[in-house]
Nanobody, 127 residues
Framework: QVQLVESGGGLVQAGGSLRLSCVGS????????MSWFRQAPGKEREFVAT????????DYAHSVTGRFTISRDNAKNTVSLQMNSLKPEDTAVYYC????????????????????WGQGTQVTVSS
């Protein structure tokens, strides 16, 4: 059974930090693009960050650039998201995703280009 399992969410005050992790099992994701998306109540799922299979290329949503850092460890089949300087507007359920979207045209920003998803982890930032 192929699975992605996120962890590391929680409640934090504005200005604080959290580190999310996502562990894959059932297959290797070492050749997949890995991304983080988030969804707040009443809003659509939105792109947060992505990293290509070799970790040579990353991209971020404008709203998190400079505050969040995505990384991966292919030997451990994991992807992480370090979140610093958190804001109340970062409150959402965070999902990791794996797939092979085209990088030309920034298709990795579209949630429907991914084949595998985790169950999500809640991040709540209090003001």
């Amino acid at each position: 059974q192929v699975q992605l399992v996120e962890s590391g969410g929680g409640l934090v005050q504005a200005g604080g930090s959290l580190r999310l992790s996502c562990v894959g099992s059932g297959r290797t994701f070492s050749r997949d693009t890995m991304s983080w998306f988030r969804q707040a109540p009443g809003k659509e799922r939105e792109f947060v960050a992505t990293i290509n299979w070799s970790a040579a290329t990353t991209d971020y949503a404008h709203s998190v650039t400079g505050r969040f850092t995505i990384s991966r460890d292919n030997a451990k089949n994991t992807v992480s998201l370090q979140m610093n300087s958190l804001k109340p507007e970062d409150t959402a359920v965070y999902y990791c995703a794996a797939g092979r979207p085209l990088w030309s045209g920034n298709y990795y920003r579209f949630w429907n280009k991914y084949n595998y998803w985790g169950q999500g982890t809640q991040v709540t930032v209090s003001s």
